[in-house]
């Protein structure tokens, strides 16, 4: 069974950056899809990115495209979503999550398999 644990999280002013790590246990990341979702609070869970299994096309949502970059490193068993260019608005618990092969999306009942959260929060 595939387990995810969120790194990298914490408090960056408007306009900095931070990387989140998604570390996989239990079994390898070779064929599944990826994504990342966050929550804010009083919101809705809102998918954010997701990379392919096979040929690591990504997708991204409007909200971060140009901003997030996703990426996966098979050998280390660990996705990342780097984040530049923060925004107030992009403060939430950010979530990665696994789905057994198939096709890119944050469609998140898609998901079978969740890490905890990690918290990023962007304010002056």
């Known amino acids: 069974q595939l387990q995810l644990v969120e790194s990298g999280g914490g408090l960056v002013q408007p306009g900095g950056s931070l990387r989140l790590s998604c570390a996989a246990s239990g079994n390898t990341l070779d064929g599944y899809v990826i994504g990342w979702f966050r929550q804010a609070p009083g919101k809705e869970r809102e998918g954010v990115s997701s990379?392919?299994?096979?040929?690591?096309?990504?997708y991204y949502a409007d909200s971060v495209k140009g901003r997030f970059t996703i990426s996966r490193d098979n050998a280390k068993n660990t996705v990342y979503l780097q984040m530049n260019n923060l925004k107030p608005e992009d403060t939430a618990v950010y979530y990665c999550?696994?789905?057994?092969?198939?096709?890119?999306?944050?469609?998140?009942?898609?998901?079978?398999?969740w890490g905890q959260g990690t918290q990023v929060t962007v304010s002056s």
């Open positions: 990379i392919s299994s096979t040929d690591g096309s990504t």
């Open positions: 999550a696994g789905k057994r092969g198939g096709r890119l999306s944050v469609h998140a009942p898609l998901y079978r398999y």
